[in-house]
């Protein structure tokens, strides 16, 4: 008969580890886990699973059955996730649902032009259904349109858990306070970043790994409310791993950047800027040498 494998005897631990565990977990003070406790946790998963229901509703939901019960829905679980939050001062749960709910149709406008930017934009789209579907773009894009009308109320924290799920979701992070034009495209999407100040006008294309981001300073806070990342103009195109920084920085109407340029300038209308490929010389033994890359700035 084969020997039975031992268990553990729980009586065999040292229990006044597990009571100082406890006693030390439960302790309170002024660190940074206590002050967000003490504003109030939120449910995160709530927020997603409401948030991917919005998606749902602007970006496919037409049937008026279907809308006369899911929009009241919506709208009372939207009434209470806002009481949970510290709204601003003179705002109500109730008035700030009313406006958001009224803002619904001119989202859902803007992101048919944005699904209707991505077909035209794209070669490889072979149909509306298969952007709406399957584009990370479109669902990273949705979800801050929808974000951002809760954060111009000044809800707080809620705007930041839809975009930051998208972010985790496809790899593109987009700051529900960023302001973005009409007929926006993300190609591929992946490691794109646009900062919380970023201002982007209409007919905008961004490609994968793009940075619109911030010059940070050591202590961040001092420039909370400051304008911190760059504004791009309209119809501009930004190619992949493409890095462009500052508040003060602004990159004029119909210009093109090309794949991982750094740029703290602003640029005129109308500029291309480049990283010229490097020239392969071909040295007498046969091997290729590599010259040194050079910017190349055509303004």
């Given at each position: 008969?084969?020997e039975?494998?031992?268990?553990?005897?729980?009586?065999t631990?040292?229990?006044?580890?597990i009571?100082?565990?406890?006693t030390?977990?439960?302790e309170r003070?002024a660190?940074?886990l206590s002050k967000a406790?003490?504003?109030?946790?939120?449910?995160t998963?709530?927020i997603?699973?409401?948030?991917?229901?919005?998606?749902?509703l602007?970006?496919?939901?037409r049937?008026?059955?279907l809308?006369?019960s899911?929009v009241p829905?919506?709208?009372?679980r939207?009434l209470?996730?806002?009481?949970?939050?510290?709204?601003p001062?003179?705002k109500?749960a109730?008035a700030i649902?009313?406006?958001f709910?009224s803002?619904?149709?001119?989202?859902?406008?803007?992101?048919?032009?944005?699904?209707e930017?991505?077909?035209?934009?794209?070669?490889a789209?072979r149909s509306?259904?298969?952007?709406v579907a399957?584009?990370p773009?479109?669902?990273?894009?949705?979800?801050?349109?929808?974000?951002?009308?809760l954060?111009?109320?000044?809800?707080?924290a809620?705007p930041?858990v839809?975009?930051?799920?998208?972010?985790?979701?496809?790899?593109i992070?987009?700051?529900?306070g960023?302001v973005?034009?009409r007929?926006?495209?993300?190609?591929h999407?992946?490691g794109?970043?646009?900062?919380?100040?970023c201002?982007?006008?209409?007919r905008v294309v961004l490609?994968?790994g793009?940075?619109l981001?911030?010059?940070?300073?050591?202590k961040?806070q001092?420039l909370?409310?400051?304008?911190?990342h760059?504004?791009i103009?309209?119809?501009?195109?930004i190619?992949?791993?493409?890095?462009?920084?500052?508040g003060?920085t602004?990159?004029g109407?119909g210009?093109v950047?090309g794949g991982?340029v750094w740029l703290?300038?602003s640029?005129?209308?109308?500029?291309?800027v480049q990283?010229?490929?490097?020239?392969?010389?071909?040295?007498?033994?046969g091997?290729?040498?590599?010259?040194?890359e050079q910017?190349?700035?055509?303004?």
């Amino acid at each position: 008969m084969a020997e039975q494998p031992k268990g553990h005897d729980s009586s065999t631990l040292d229990h006044r580890v597990i009571d100082a565990t406890v006693t030390a977990l439960g302790e309170r003070g002024a660190d940074a886990l206590s002050k967000a406790e003490d504003e109030g946790f939120l449910d995160t998963e709530a927020i997603i699973e409401w948030s991917a229901r919005l998606r749902r509703l602007v970006l496919r939901t037409r049937d008026l059955g279907l809308l006369r019960s899911e929009v009241p829905s919506l709208a009372e679980r939207t009434l209470r996730l806002l009481e949970d939050v510290e709204l601003p001062p003179g705002k109500s749960a109730e008035a700030i649902t009313e406006d958001f709910f009224s803002s619904l149709p001119e989202v859902r406008q803007r992101l048919s032009e944005d699904v209707e930017a991505a077909f035209d934009g794209d070669p490889a789209a072979r149909s509306y259904v298969g952007i709406v579907a399957a584009y990370p773009a479109i669902r990273a894009i949705a979800t801050y349109r929808l974000a951002h009308e809760l954060h111009r109320a000044g809800v707080p924290a809620i705007p930041r858990v839809m975009t930051e799920d998208a972010h985790s979701r496809t790899g593109i992070d987009i700051h529900p306070g960023a302001v973005i034009g009409r007929r926006f495209f993300i190609d591929h999407g992946t490691g794109v970043v646009i900062g919380e100040t970023c201002e982007i006008g209409d007919r905008v294309v961004l490609y994968q790994g793009v940075t619109l981001g911030a010059l940070a300073p050591r202590k961040g806070q001092t420039l909370r409310g400051v304008k911190r990342h760059p504004t791009i103009e309209d119809d501009v195109t930004i190619y992949a791993g493409a890095t462009i920084l500052g508040g003060d920085t602004v990159i004029g109407r119909g210009s093109v950047i090309g794949g991982n340029v750094w740029l703290t300038q602003s640029l005129r209308a109308g500029s291309k800027v480049q990283i010229e490929p490097p020239r392969l010389a071909l040295r007498r033994d046969g091997e290729a040498e590599e010259q040194t890359e050079q910017l190349h700035w055509d303004i």
